[in-house]
């Protein structure tokens, strides 16, 4: 195995670790090791990094900023691909910029701004990498960063390079068709109005002092744990249910916003797992609803049973 990394370490310009602790890497601080962690510099390297990983048999995970994901405490076998430097190219022309995955979604909101460019101002303040945010469809108050994107540039695992349109994307809340297909997202390109410099900074100036308010953002998390159900939110159904406070070892479901749970210091992925279980069977029984996951569970969670709606 190690030779066998040495051989992909010399063949890219990107970063190669082995038994990479994935705490370093997300935004819950939580999780074990990766097999192997690439990050690699550029499209060729993404695609020699996919062929290596095909010739070991190993399977693949991408990430971003790892935001909205929970690393199980025992890692992830084989080859996690992290798009983040490399993949950083940013061109605007007009209102629209062609943006790469690795590129941070507030970094983008920033260079908009300085043009004159805005129509993304419900982003401020969320976390993640621009490839990231469009598998996620993130967004808030009903507002959504599909609503911005044309197309985007992907790649399959064999390597081979297409655009999906928007509509092929077959975006909803919290979706799009890319959490089903074993696809990465290299690049895509946003469409943005124009608006003056300091009406954007006024409206992000806003949303942040909301978030401040509203969000444990000094707790490392991982953003809303749940989906919202179709009439209400998720965090007002948790609170109604007492779970405010709850905790499992160090996670804890925030006093603050009862659809984050934070890292109190030592959290495992067990303990975060766990306490969504409680918070899911509390939920189910008093309000006969099955809260579904937002946030994206990678590695091995055996031995618990999460509700799922049928
Ligand atoms: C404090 C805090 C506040 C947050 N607020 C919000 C909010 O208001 N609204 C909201 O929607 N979210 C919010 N989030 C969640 C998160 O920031 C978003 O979902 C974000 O868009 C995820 O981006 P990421 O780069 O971190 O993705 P990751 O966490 O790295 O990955 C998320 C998923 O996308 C996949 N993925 C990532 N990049 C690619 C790629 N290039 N190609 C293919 N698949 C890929 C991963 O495999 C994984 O399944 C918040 C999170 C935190 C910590």
């Not at 941070?104 to 101002?121: T, Y």
């Amino acid at each position: 195995m190690r030779k066998s990394v040495e051989v992909l370490k010399e063949s890219i310009k990107g970063e190669v670790l082995l038994n990479e602790p994935l705490f370093k890497h997300c935004s819950f601080k939580i999780g074990g090791p990766a097999e192997v962690l690439v990050k690699p510099y550029d499209v060729y390297d993404l695609q020699t990094a996919l062929s290596w990983a095909k010739r070991n048999k190993m399977p693949v995970f991408v990430m971003g900023n790892g935001t909205n994901v929970i690393f199980s405490d025992s890692g992830v076998a084989g080859v996690v691909i992290k798009l983040s430097e490399g993949f950083s190219y940013l061109e605007f022309s007009g209102t629209e910029a062609l943006v790469q995955a690795g590129f941070p979604i507030q970094g983008l909101l920033e260079e908009a701004m300085k043009r004159g460019l805005g129509g993304m101002e419900f982003a401020w303040g969320i976390p993640g990498a621009v490839g990231g945010s469009i598998v996620m469809n993130a967004g808030s108050n009903s507002h959504f960063v599909s609503t911005r994107v044309n197309y985007i540039d992907v790649m399959d695992l064999n390597g081979k390079v297409f655009q999906m349109k928007h509509d092929e994307l077959k975006f909803d809340y919290r979706y799009s068709i890319l959490q089903d297909e074993e696809l990465i997202l290299f690049d895509a390109l946003f469409n943005f109005e124009r608006r003056p410099p300091e009406e954007i900074g006024r409206e992000r100036d806003l949303n942040l002092r909301m978030r401040r308010q509203k969000q444990p953002i000094s707790y490392p998390c991982a953003g809303s744990v749940f989906k919202n159900p179709p009439t209400t939110y998720a965090g007002r159904v948790i609170e109604e249910t007492g779970c405010k406070g709850l905790k499992v070892g160090d996670a804890q479901i925030s006093e603050l916003h009862a659809n984050f749970i934070v890292n109190l210091g030592n959290a495992t992925a067990f303990d975060v797992v766990s306490l969504i279980r409680k918070v899911q069977n509390r939920v189910y029984k008093q309000k006969d609803l099955i809260l579904d996951l937002e946030v994206k569970l990678v590695g091995n969670f055996e031995g618990i049973e999460l509700l799922k709606k049928k």
